[in-house]
């Protein structure tokens, strides 16, 4: 009889173990193009662990005789090779057939990613007779770990097609070219001496002769500026007609090749890179490509570009040399509603930057919906610039009012302040948005819409919470647990009596909450409040209360609509508890939930949340938990800094280099050490002085060029490396290269530089 007790308590303690760790594998967001993160929410709507790695948690498991298992047998032999605890078991009704003749169970969740990875040690392993067998869940697990975003760095890459026909014009001063002439006498380029003299056709050009024809642009330029402190104006190598290349796949295979010596050997290709050759057009002098690499192999990628630099692709001739150019890059992430309000400025915006030369902007709709601004350019600067724009306009205004406090915007999440917040949009034009994670309210749309919207919304906002200071509660505190019932008793359920005591209210009892509500001025409170003080004093301070079980620990008032939790058999009022979860939802130091029974404190557990809340109500739920998780990490975890975005990165450690964190919700991409837009090309005091002073990134690429000027309209600088010398700034003139002068037209410019220069190079 004792052995049968002993097996019976064991399996009712098995049971009641797998009851207080059951927990849901909750997505932290649904993306179509990742695999998202998970948390596990379990008892006290707690998160009991946050996986950011992508490693699995459950198991699907394959019995041959699973008709006829044990299942708690099972599940305990399962914990024990696995050495952690289950959280939760989902059994098919029915039996899955598998190709391999083993017949699906079902599928087992582990409290630790370490115990589900020992869990699927179990290969082939012998149970009660049958074979068994552990893999990782195929609904939540999978192997495809492409790189979902391409964005952290890029490159272009370009090489020769018309081969150079040993000459080049060198421009300057026209006081200049006979010291620039001396400068260069007995000049060596490329390992041969070349012939220098003043051109015949221009009085302020050298012509360089007897160059080697292999050596490109950028060797003859580099050798002219160390032999001469004289300003170089501008170069232009003659070259001749274009050459044959290989087929643009041929070249895309063989830039793979020469790249992925330098990838980690555990990356295929398509992981690592992506890489696009141009098909070129006549007149081009150069064929081109893109290389986009893994945000994460930063250092590997510019080693390979480095030891790309100078190379000649199988098929080419040796003149051929690669050259590349690193891109710099940015991208900022725009939710859907807030792009409905802010397209028409957004379209405009990335309108006016069309023009400009050496950059790029793009507009993208996500997946789920959302959109993302990409920027890449040759120059920090221009990413800069451009960025900062956008980011203003998609950013917002956040409201800065001291009149609302914490307490006036928690009312944002009311029935009221919903409806609140639909009508102002509506009305306005705008978007409005209460970001959870850093409690501040973001207005969104044209400036005269938003600042119609924010005086509105903070007049609504103060008015609603003046009218809901004229509460007085009938519970709680020091207060009889039956004051309602007396107050009812006094004065009727109507209140009618109350009316007659306190002349020119109105007044309404909210019996759920146990809530007087006064419309009225402050005054009148005061008098209602007398009232009832008048009925506390009046009340039996010694009287017994009622019988402990019959009483709900929350409320104080005899038990409405029962509720016994699972874990310590408690009862409360279902309405009391449902107000405790809320209450958790709006105020982040709430969790755990627990028993509000003195002396008890015990988790609620997540099958008594279930029967209780809504899904959507679990929903926020599980959505503030997180919150309380992150806010008590101490900086270990951060929300994406996307306004109201869910998903969450793990902070790099101190002195340490973080990997770059890429957004699966909204595509963000942020530098996980300073919480910044990720600048893989820079390290983070870098980039803050980069972004405090756009111009010293200038001035730092600046250094050494003679080929870049300001434009003399708008001042954005102009970097000029071939091509005749009309050039065309982003604000829409036509520039004179040589003597800075502008014009409205092409036409206008050109006819400038035959008449006054001669020469349109």
């Known amino acids: 009889m004792e052995k049968v007790v002993d097996l019976v308590n064991d399996a009712l303690e098995y049971e009641k173990k797998w009851l207080h760790n059951e927990c849901a594998e909750k997505c932290l967001y649904h993306g179509a193009s990742v695999s998202p993160c998970v948390a596990l929410f ?7 662990h946050l996986e950011l790695e992508k490693r699995f948690l459950t198991v699907d498991v394959f019995y041959s005789n699973a008709s006829f298992v044990d299942d708690k047998e099972l599940l305990i032999f399962l914990e024990k090779n696995a050495s952690g605890s289950i959280c939760a078991v989902h059994k098919f009704p029915g039996i899955v057939q598998q190709n391999d003749d083993k017949e699906k169970w079902g599928s087992v969740t582990f409290l630790t990613p370490d115990a589900a990875e020992k869990a699927i040690e179990l290969k082939e392993v012998e149970f009660r007779g049958s074979l068994l067998k552990v893999l990782p869940s195929r609904t939540t697990f999978t192997s495809d770990h492409k790189m979902y975003s391409f964005p952290a760095v890029k490159a272009k890459v370009y090489w020769p097609r018309k081969q150079s026909k040993g000459f080049a014009f060198v421009k300057c001063g026209i006081n200049d070219v006979e010291f620039m002439l001396e400068d260069f006498f007995n000049l060596e380029i490329g390992g041969k001496h070349v012939r220098c003299e003043i051109s ?16 490109s642009e950028d060797e003859i330029l580099d050798v002219l500026r160390k032999a001469t402190r004289r300003r170089i104006l501008d170069f232009f190598l003659v070259r001749g007609d274009a050459v044959e290349n290989p087929p643009c796949d041929t070249c895309e295979e063989a830039l793979l090749r020469e790249i992925s010596r330098f990838m ?23 064929t081109r490509a893109s290389i986009t690499f893994d945000g994460r192999l930063h250092l590997e990628a510019a080693n390979a570009l480095e030891q790309l630099e100078g190379k000649v ?6 003149w051929q040399k690669i050259k590349c150019q690193q891109l710099f890059h940015s991208s900022i992430s725009c939710p859907a509603p807030v792009y409905s309000v802010i397209q028409e400025q957004l379209d405009s915006l990335l309108g006016s930057f069309n023009r400009l030369k050496g950059a790029e902007c793009k507009l993208e709709r996500n997946d789920n919906g959302s959109y993302r601004v990409r920027i890449s350019a040759n120059a920090t600067k221009t990413v800069a610039d451009l960025r900062r724009p956008v980011e203003e306009l998609t950013r917002g205004r956040t409201i800065d009012d001291a009149s609302l406090t914490p307490t006036i915007l928690q009312h944002l999440f009311s029935r009221d302040g919903i409806n609140l917040k639909k009508s102002l949009q509506r009305d306005t034009g705008t978007y409005l948005l209460f970001d959870r994670q850093t409690h501040n309210v973001r207005i969104f749309g044209s400036p005269d819409n938003v600042a119609a919207a924010q005086k509105k919304l903070i007049r609504c906002l103060l008015t609603y919470h003046e009218g809901k200071q004229l509460e007085i509660h009938l519970r709680g505190g020091n207060l009889p647990p039956d004051l309602m019932k007396e107050v009812v008793k006094k004065f009727g359920p109507d209140l009618h009596g109350l ?7 109105e007044f309404t009892l909210n019996t759920r909450r146990h809530v007087i509500s006064i419309q009225g001025g402050k005054e009148l409170k005061q008098q209602v409040e007398e009232r009832v003080y008048e009925i506390v004093q009046m009340s039996d301070a010694s009287a017994e209360k009622p019988d402990g079980e019959a009483v709900c620990p929350i409320c104080l008032c005899d038990i409405e609509e029962g509720y016994r939790l699972e874990a310590c058999a408690h009862s409360f009022c279902r309405s009391c508890l449902v107000d405790q ?18 002396g008890c404190r015990t988790p609620i557990l997540l099958t008594d949340l279930r029967s209780l809340l809504s899904g959507e109500k679990l929903e926020e739920l599980f959505r503030a938990s997180l919150g309380a998780y992150v806010a008590s990490s101490r900086g270990t975890y951060r929300f994406c800094p996307s306004p109201d975005c869910p998903s969450i990165y793990r902070v790099a450690d101190p002195g340490k280099i973080g990997e770059p964190f890429f957004c699966g919700a909204c595509y963000a991409e942020t530098c996980t050490r300073c919480h910044l837009e990720n600048h893989p090309q820079l390290s983070c005091e870098k980039y803050q002085e980069y972004k405090e002073d756009p111009d010293a990134s200038l001035k730092e690429w600046r250094k050494g060029k003679q080929h870049v000027k300001n434009c003399p309209v708008c001042g954005f600088t102009i970097e000029k490396t071939e091509g005749c010398n009309h050039l065309e700034c982003r604000c829409g003139r036509h520039i004179c290269w040589v003597c800075l002068d502008y014009f409205c037209s092409s036409e206008d410019c050109y006819s400038h530089l035959q008449s006054v220069h001669e020469s349109f190079v």
């Not at 009085?203 to 050596?215: A, T, W």
């Not at 990356?267 to 098909?279: D, E, G, K, L, M």
């Not at 979860?581 to 003195?598: H, K, T, V, Y």
């Open 42 to 48: 379990g008892a006290g709507a707690e998160i009991k």
């Open 200 to 215: 015949r056709k221009f009085e302020d050009s050298i012509v360089i002769n007897g160059l080697d024809k292999h050596v």
């Open 264 to 286: 980690p050997k555990r990356n295929s290709h398509t992981n690592y890179c992506r890489i696009q050759v141009f098909p070129p057009e006549s007149k081009d002098a150069f």
């Open 313 to 318: 692709l199988p098929g080419c001739l040796p």
């Open 499 to 505: 009316k007659k005591n306190v002349p020119g209210a």
């Open 581 to 598: 979860c809320e209450s958790a939802i709006r105020n982040l130091d709430s969790f755990p939930i627990c028993c509000a029974r003195e």
